[in-house]
């Protein structure tokens, strides 16, 4: 069963910076597209950003809200994604996710990790 | 950005009852890349539909989602206990966006 597990969340002040990871098991990480998402709570959820895989282009794309000032990365060789968020404000205060999603024996398949919660007060 | 409206914003039945959820779009989405998700207290979102109409692996036949351009629901034919929970919609495009919610509260 494919696992994802974020790490790295906390309380920080605004104007910090924090990095998160994501560490995938089960899962050919080389080939997927990786996404971060988060919610605020008692909100939905909301898309932060993408990094598609390296055969795939390999680039990333984020939410306007974000642009900027997070950063996506990705390490294949640990099977981890990053997400550096810089310049923090307090309405990034989130559960943030990591997804991913692809086409597997014809079925679209999606799986989420448990969430970091991130913090930013002073 | 394209903005998902979902409605109603809580639907109040009672199991055994048909639920029936919209999410509309500011403009056209594909419908290959219309999803709907189920998240109860304290869990990530679970996928339930993707491409609009597509059932997720292991999702009950009692879910089913419809719709095109930018206008989409989703259907619970008989509501079950664990049914009842917060629905969102998500267009997963270029840049994703997610509905604002619709939470299917015991009547």
């Known amino acids: 069963e494919v696992q994802l597990v974020e790490s790295g969340g906390g309380l920080v002040k605004p104007g910090g910076s924090l990095r998160l990871s994501c560490a995938a098991s089960e899962l050919t990480f080389s080939n997927v597209w990786m996404n971060w998402v988060r919610q605020a709570p008692g909100k939905g959820p909301e898309w932060v950003g993408r990094?598609?895989?390296?055969?795939?282009?390999?680039?990333?794309d984020y939410a306007a809200p974000v642009k900027g000032r997070f950063t996506i990365s990705r390490d294949d060789s640990k099977n981890t994604l990053y997400l550096q968020m810089n310049s923090l404000i307090t309405e990034d205060t989130a559960v943030y996710y990591c997804?991913?999603?692809?086409?597997?024996?014809?079925?679209?398949?999606?799986?989420w990790g448990q969430g970091t919660l991130v913090t930013v007060s002073s | 950005e394209i903005v998902l409206t979902q409605s109603p914003g809580t639907l109040s039945l009672s199991p055994g009852e048909r639920a029936t959820l919209s999410c509309r779009a500011s403009q056209s989405v594909s419908s290959s890349y219309l999803a709907w998700y189920q998240q109860k207290p304290g869990q990530a979102p679970r996928l339930l539909i993707y491409a609009a109409s597509g059932r997720a692996t292991g999702i009950p036949d009692r879910f089913s989602g419809s719709g095109s351009g930018t206008d989409f629901t989703l259907t619970i034919t008989r509501l079950e206990p664990e049914d009842f929970a917060v629905y969102y919609c998500q267009q997963y495009g270029s840049s994703p966006t997610f509905g604002q919610g619709t939470k299917v509260e015991i009547k």
């Open positions: 990094l598609k895989s390296k055969i795939g282009g390999g680039t990333a």
């Open positions: 997804t991913t999603d692809y086409y597997d024996n014809s079925a679209w398949v999606n799986y």
